[in-house]
């Protein structure tokens, strides 16, 4: 019992992490650019 | 280490530019490279999905100057206006809800695979407490989506998928909170969040479509926005958008412009090309106090246009009205996931009311008997049924948009698959619409002559002189050195090319009457006269052959009138119609589906706006007018003719798979409602059979994604038959 008071909480935490991870991307606009953010990787930055 | 800002004034200005031609990383890149290397340019973010750029910069640049920039790297762009901001995205509000579900159900389904294999006293409660803790709230959260849905629809005295679904998971939450606050056995909190996890993911995949389609539509669009330069009382020239301008201002319109709005002729005199308003592949001449329509091409000389109206009151206005009655038609169908829900969701509520009642007279408590119907509404909640339909659409257009199909809704899909006529336009959609050089011609045509004729055209923005350069250009032709280049304007180009005097202008006398040909001179040879003609689309054989092969029978509706639609319906072996106005077509079509057949629409021009719109189906290319574009379901890209047949057999198979789909799910029904209504069904066998279904329906849909197959079996047929 001692083992589980201690590990379900701290899988809701991360879980909980996860989703708030989640909120922000989707708050701080990384879903608005699906396919520039496919191609950005591939821009080279050294080039002129 | 992120690059220290520049040294920038401190009121700075968000400028938005719409850059249709990007369409890659490395176009992103040399976009935001260049604007960055602009002094006074602090941010540029490139937004590749929307086709535009955000650039803050301060006071020493405004608009013209970072469309200058632009230009200069080899992009045309334009500031976003309020119309052209993107249409919200309808997948956004979807995902905080999905995100929830998704977190809540995993969490829940953790605690119940304790409970499932014996937990029991009171560490059961205790995880049945924390479900319902976490439970509740994410179910509340994400299934508002449902419930508005479901309360819009019972207000109005409707009923649709949604229904089912939010009495199902209502009564499941509260029967699950009875069974905690009892210390039941049973919690059903991992079925209702498992459900409308995927619920969500079909609804998800389904806006998805909508957005991609749509954004894809909307750049085409963006980039023909259309516009006019106006000239000033004091000769100064202006641009303007075309909903700018106002009857009484004098335009000019440049060789090889669409004119804006409709006037009369008060400089100079050309040649229009009216091909997209009337079909007619023939210019008309025009003169002093010509009058001219808005959609007409210019092909000759520039020429100056009082307008006489714009906007509402143009020939558009009148097709666009035509356009609106039309649509009505295609309102009225109904899609085929609302079709099956109509039937399933009062079979649902039957069989739970009969379960109900059944235990009841069969002695059963109160308690017992709400238990039974509950489980069986929630093992009949349409869990596949919710992905049947949008997952296979999904993965079809997306296979349709690799090869070059977009296609703009699912309801589209249903549509085009019925179809058993096609009517397609002559003009532009059966012919590329633009004149092609003589092949026979750019063949023979001696090296040393061809490389001055590209050198020549590649100096003009005449229509004619565009695809002249443009074959020769295909053929491997590399330009001559010129010197002295003078574009006259209605006349041609003239240089000197090693000290002999070359020109490619427009023929003399009788030639010239003779439609679209160019001439050329070189000094001390004869001119040669380079003919010039619409031509029919290159694969338009094997693509009619396949639409055939389909039992799909097409006709031609051509607005043109004379030899080109006989020329044309002889190298096709089509039954052709010509000098159909606008109404004679929607008649057609009319005609048609009261005989009881569904029709498939081709067209492209703005005369073809309310066909398309009224016919069952409609696919437009990509090079058609505005009007066409958005009145059609499918777009296509290219010179191919083939994306007919594809989007037809592409549609055919996704109705398969969708028809197949809903086999599976119902026959999953067929299985489970036996155990739910003799109370066999526990919250452990629900969740499997749950998953176990929609994974397998999934999986099924996803055959669709490879298009190469259902293309080549049915492109074989096709020539197979033909042969």
């Not at chain 1, 989707?26 to 496919?38: I, N, P, T, V």
């Not at chain 2, 640049?61 to 995205?89: H, K, N, T, W, Y």
Request: aromatic share 4%.
């Amino acid at each position: 019992m001692t083992g589980l008071a201690f590990l379900i909480p701290v899988a809701l935490l991360m879980g909980l992490a996860g989703l708030g991870a989640f909120f922000w991307a989707l708050r701080s606009g990384q879903f608005e650019d699906m396919d520039g953010a496919a191609a950005r990787i591939l821009i080279d930055e050294e080039e002129p | 280490m992120a690059a220290l800002p520049k040294s920038i004034a401190p009121d700075l200005h968000t400028t938005t530019l719409v850059v249709p031609g990007m369409h890659c990383a490395g176009c992103m890149g040399k976009v935001e490279r260049g604007l960055g290397a602009l002094t006074g340019v602090g941010t540029a973010r490139v937004n590749l999905s929307a086709r535009q750029v955000t650039v803050t910069h301060d006071d020493r640049l405004d608009v013209p100057a970072l469309v200058a920039a632009l230009d200069g790297i080899g992009f045309a762009s334009q500031p976003r206006g309020e119309e052209m901001a993107p249409p919200p995205s309808a997948v956004k509000p979807l995902l905080a809800p999905l995100a929830v579900a998704g977190f809540a159900c995993m969490n829940v389904m953790l605690l119940s695979v304790s409970v499932w294999s014996g937990a029991g006293g009171a560490t059961r409660d205790l995880f049945h407490w924390l479900s319902a803790a976490i439970g509740i709230p994410a179910i509340l959260y994400s299934g508002r989506v449902f419930f508005a849905s479901a309360w819009s629809a019972l207000r109005h005295g409707r009923t649709n998928m949604d229904v089912p679904i939010s009495i199902g998971v209502v009564l499941a939450t509260g029967l699950s909170f009875y069974e905690v606050l009892t210390h039941g056995t049973d919690a059903w909190f991992d079925g209702t969040l498992m459900l409308l996890l995927f619920l969500l993911v079909g609804r998800v995949l389904d806006a998805m479509m909508r957005d991609r389609a749509r954004a894809g539509v909307d750049a085409l669009l963006r980039q023909a926005a259309s516009g006019a330069m106006v000239v000033g009382r004091d000769g100064a020239l202006q641009w303007l958008a075309a909903c700018e301008l106002l009857p009484g201002m004098v335009i000019r319109v440049g060789l090889g412009e669409r004119l804006a709005a409709d006037g009369v002729i008060c400089a100079g005199r050309s040649r229009f090309d009216q091909s997209l308003l009337t079909g007619e592949s023939a210019p008309v001449p025009l003169g002093m106090d010509g009058p001219v329509h808005a959609g007409m091409l210019n092909l000759d000389a520039p020429v100056d246009v009082r307008v006489t109206a714009a906007g509402a009151d143009t020939t558009l206005a009148d097709i666009a009205r035509l356009m609106e009655a039309a649509g009505q038609h295609r309102s009225r169908y109904v899609r085929i996931a609302d079709r099956a829900s109509r039937l399933y969701a009062p079979a649902v509520h039957t069989l739970a009311a009969l379960s109900f009642a059944g235990w009841l007279l069969a002695g059963a408590g109160l308690y017992h008997a709400l238990v039974i119907a509950i489980s069986v509404l929630i093992i009949t909640c349409p869990c596949a049924l919710g992905l049947a339909v949008p997952v296979a659409q999904v993965v079809a257009s997306g296979a349709l948009m690799r090869v070059g199909v977009m296609v703009k809704d699912g309801g589209a899909l249903e549509r085009i698959a019925r179809v058993d006529r096609a009517l397609i336009d002559k003009t532009g959609t059966l012919t590329l619409g633009r004149p092609v050089p003589d092949p026979q011609f750019v063949a023979t045509l001696p090296d040393a002559e061809a490389s001055v004729a590209l050198a020549l055209a590649s100096h003009s923005r005449h229509p004619l002189s565009q695809a002249l350069a443009q074959a020769l250009a295909a053929r491997g032709v590399a330009g001559a050195v010129l010197e002295d280049v003078v574009e006259v304007p209605g006349e041609g180009v003239k240089a000197l090319w090693q000290g002999h005097r070359v020109a490619l202008r427009r023929p003399d006398g009788a030639q010239a009457r003779r439609g679209m040909v160019a001439a050329i001179d070189i000094a001390g040879q004869q001119a040669r006269v380079i003919p010039f003609a619409d031509r029919l689309r290159a694969d338009h054989g094997e693509a009619l052959g396949w639409l055939h092969a389909m039992g799909v029978r097409c006709e031609i509706l051509s607005g043109d009138r004379g030899q080109s639609v006989i020329d044309v319906a002889c190298e096709t072996g089509l039954f052709a119609r010509a000098g159909v106005s606008p109404q004679g077509k929607l008649d057609a079509i009319a005609s048609l589906q009261r005989a009881g057949h569904h029709v498939l629409m081709a067209g492209d021009g703005l005369n073809d706006g309310p066909a398309l719109a009224a016919a069952d189906a409609s696919i437009a290319p990509s090079s058609a007018s505005d009007v066409g574009r958005q009145a059609a379901d499918f777009v296509f890209m290219g010179d191919g003719l083939l994306a007919l047949p594809r989007a037809v057999a592409g549609a055919r198979a996704t109705m398969r798979v969708v028809r197949q789909n809903f086999a599976l799910a119902i026959g999953y029904n067929i299985l489970a409602v036996p155990l739910a209504m003799t109370g066999h069904v526990t919250p452990l066998l629900a969740a499997v059979a749950m998953s176990g279904s929609s994974l397998v329906v999934i999986g099924n849909s996803l055959r669709l994604a490879l298009p190469s197959r259902w293309n080549r079996a049915q492109g074989e047929q096709a020539r197979g038959e033909g042969a």
